[in-house]
């Protein structure tokens, strides 16, 4: 059962009040059974609408519903249908059980047993927890290369696991298969799965909430065309019916999904519109049931007397930032020179250009609250006091001074065009345009400004081909964990910056091992003030998204980790009422 650690896990899962799960008034969600989804209030039989299908648009293509390398926010909100873990979040954020119903702690607390229910994956096959011995380690192989492996970091043998990606020389297949065996995850029998820390880390349980940890069979994935809605084997509330790529995705209720929460809606439709706009004229021909409706649209919605009705405001878990290249990562031999952007006088210099109170009111419509850190309010760890440089044009000039006398060159124009990565087609061009006038207006300086697709932006990101680059980050699971490790450690599978501190990683390092939670949130803020302190980043925007829903979904369990769609963390409790 839950022993002495859950009570030191579970809380690390919470938010504040003002963050916490809200649900619509039509149907709200009740508290959940030990295990299970929060299950709607059904209305009366009669209330419900003959067709129960729910219509969403998730932003685009998904890159990938492989949940070991899955990224996005895309892919996550299928992926949150199809797949459940061992352990999961309810509508307040905190961890509960799912595929397993129960579990155990050791005494010094780096080992966890895990006691599965009964459970069947969509093609009929038991779930056992041999998957689970399978999943992690193919989580964690470098041959994988999934962004997300560092969450193996505290797992025993994760650390040379991770130590492999990248490697020069790389190392052999019979090098990397002898580390799997020393992973520190075993299945004694079907129903039995263990995993072994090689240190204390507090957050792992909220880490144990995430798509990357859930049970994968070997036989369906490393089958032709496995990811497919021909082939797809799902284990959570719904299977993968129809994936039109490029147009449309249909779930289905999963006939053999174990929870009890059982699926009211026959049908989701996902569409993928290239465009805000294009998701927002949907929604207002009838098409849509709910929409996170462009920045641009919102003055008029509020004005209009039926989308008024249907528009909220909802606090989300998410930061808008931007990344320098910080060029510490990478070799000096992929990168060649490492642009202006390695300079730290030239990233505060750019930081303190930025009014962003102003890009908040022209590009999201005034929607937001200004970051200047990373953490999230909401989360423990965030410091409303971290803000070491503040909007300041004549300071700005300053460091641009400095960082020009540095890098050896008169001015900014002679640095040349700096390139500005972003993906396209998603709403982010003004606010591209808004950043790059203002250093253009400030120092002079010119950027090329690169709009890819989605897929193609996140690589090239992720390579460090931009000087400049858009990105933004949703909470995974509530924990500054979560906020910090992985993004800006130095060899971070979602490190975009490139930045690499050792005395920022060491402090991560510490307050995973500390089980006081005051002491914990301490050296979280002492690590996020380093890295601010770096100018690693161009922090902007904590996330109030406006949302467009129809008075006639029901049930709808929205928590502000919800990313592409509101209740997107819980399908199974969404009903359609008649209208």
Request: negative net charge; hydrophobic residues 40%.
């Amino acid at each position: 059962m839950q022993k002495r650690l859950l009570g030191i896990f579970a809380s690390m899962a919470i938010v504040l009040a003002a963050c916490g799960g809200a649900t619509t008034s039509s149907a709200p969600a009740d508290s959940a059974a030990p295990g299970e989804s929060p299950a709607a209030s059904a209305p009366p039989e009669s209330n419900l609408a003959d067709e129960q299908i729910y219509r969403i648009d998730i932003s685009g293509e998904p890159p990938t519903l492989d949940p070991s390398v899955a990224q996005d926010s895309n892919s996550l909100a299928v992926l949150r249908a199809l797949h459940r873990p061992l352990v999961y979040i309810d509508k307040d954020l905190k961890v509960v059980p799912s595929l397993a119903e129960s579990w155990d702690v050791s005494a010094d607390a780096q080992t966890m047993t895990f006691h599965l229910r009964d459970a069947q994956y969509s093609n009929g096959d038991p779930i056992v927890a041999g998957d689970l011995v399978y999943s992690w380690k193919r989580l964690v192989d470098p041959r994988t290369a999934a962004p997300y492996s560092y969450v193996m970091a505290e797992v025993a043998g994760g650390p040379e696991l991770l130590a492999m990606a990248g490697a020069d020389p790389a190392p052999s297949d019979a090098d990397i298969d002898a580390a799997l065996a020393n992973l520190g995850v075993a299945a004694p029998d079907d129903k039995t799965f263990v995993v072994t820390l090689n240190t204390p880390a507090t957050y792992f349980l909220s880490a144990m909430t995430l798509w990357v940890t859930v049970p994968i069979q070997e036989k369906w994935i490393t089958g032709e065309g496995a990811t497919e809605a021909a082939n797809y084997v799902s284990s959570g509330p719904y299977v993968l019916d129809t994936w039109d790529h490029n147009s449309e995705i249909i779930l289905k209720p999963n006939p053999n999904w174990y929870g009890e929460t059982k699926s009211t809606l026959t049908e989701i439709h996902m569409s993928m519109a290239p465009e805000p706009a294009v998701a927002q004229a949907a929604y207002e021909a009838g098409e849509l049931d709910v929409n996170f409706p462009p920045s641009e649209d919102i003055a008029r919605i509020k004005a209009d007397p039926v989308m008024s009705a249907e528009y909220q405001e909802l606090a989300q878990l998410s930061i808008t930032y931007y990344t320098f290249n910080n060029y510490q990562v990478k070799t000096a031999s992929t990168y060649g020179t490492p642009g202006p952007t390695a300079n730290k006088h030239f990233r505060i210099a750019l930081t303190q250009a930025v009014d962003k109170q102003a890009f908040i009111d022209a590009t999201f419509a005034g929607n937001g609250k200004i970051a200047n850190s990373f953490v999230m309010p909401g989360i423990p760890g965030y410091d409303e006091s971290i803000d070491p440089y503040p909007f300041d044009l004549a300071s700005a000039k300053e460091h641009m001074t400095l960082a020009l006398q540095e890098l050896g060159v008169a001015s900014a124009a002679d640095l040349g065009k700096l390139k500005f990565g972003f993906n396209s087609g998603a709403g982010h061009e003004p606010r591209v345009a808004f950043l790059a006038e203002a250093w253009r207006q400030a120092f002079g300086l010119e950027t090329e400004q690169i709009g890819s697709d989605f897929s193609v932006f996140l690589t090239q990101r992720t390579d460090g081909q931009y000087a400049l680059a858009r990105d933004g980050w949703g909470a995974d699971y509530p924990h500054a964990n979560n906020q910090l490790s992985g993004l800006f450690t130095c060899d971070g599978g979602n490190n975009d910056s490139q930045y690499c501190n050792p005395a920022f990683d060491a402090l991560l390092k510490q307050a995973a091992a500390e089980p006081d939670q005051d002491k914990q949130v301490a050296l979280y803020k002492q690590a996020q003030t380093i890295m601010m302190d770096d100018a690693s980043i161009l922090p902007l925007r904590y996330a109030v998204t406006g949302t467009l829903i129809r008075p006639y979904v029901s049930g709808l369990t929205i928590t502000p980790m919800d990313s592409e769609t509101p209740g997107e963390h819980f399908y199974e409790t969404i009903q359609i009422l008649k209208h």
